[in-house]
């Protein structure tokens, strides 16, 4: 029998040119929302990341932020532009009177300060952030207590896959 098809598939309307050179590979993750542990990496108490896609050159990181407890999770300053979309549950900053819940896209100006807290009734809440720059870790009068930006997260990534098994390089997986 002839497997041949008459109409159209995708792969018949494909671009046929070359990429071009130095261009960097693709990069998907079939199962972003993973629930195997190892690919969360605890970033503090009852805080996750699961590293997405990581870039040194820009200065940027996306990755999935899950958190299982209410309350403030910590104040800081944006010296980037950051993108927000809510998986599950919610959050706000007291410094707004609007609350990011399921399904809200959030635009971070770089030079704001917010303090990230997870209501009371949130039991667990998931947020797929792009992150430009630093976070610098602030108390209530803006002085830094300290900062978290690609570096440091490439540091959290290493050290937490070499622990479960992974191993350190593993992280590359997410660079491009
Ligand atoms: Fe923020």
């Known amino acids: 029998m002839n497997k041949s098809v008459s ?14 050179w130095g261009m960097a590979s693709d990069l998907v993750i079939e199962q972003a929302l993973t629930p195997n542990d190892d690919l969360w ?17 820009l200065g940027y ?25 809510v998986i599950k549950g919610s959050w706000y900053y007291p410094e707004h009177d609007w609350i990011a819940k399921e399904g809200s896209y959030i635009f971070e100006p770089p030079g704001e300060t917010h303090t990230l807290t997870v209501p009371d009734d949130c039991e667990e809440m998931i947020t797929l952030f792009t992150v430009f ?3 610098m870790y602030v108390d ?37």
């Open 61 to 85: 990181y996306v990755h999935l932020l899950r958190v299982t407890k209410s309350g403030i999770l910590q104040r800081h300053r944006h010296s980037g532009p950051v993108h927000a979309y």
């Open 7 to 20: 109409i159209a598939t995708p792969s018949d309307q494909a671009y046929r040119g070359e990429q071009p």
């Open 140 to 176: 209530q009068d803006g002085n830094s207590t300290g900062y978290d930006d690609v570096f440091t997260r490439i540091e959290r990534y290493r050290t937490h896959f070499e622990k479960v098994g992974l191993g350190a390089d593993y992280v590359e997986t997410f660079m491009r």
């Open 41 to 57: 990496a605890p970033i503090g108490p009852d805080a996750w990341s699961r590293p997405l896609h990581i870039n040194t050159s």
């Open 133 to 135: 720059g630093a976070l």
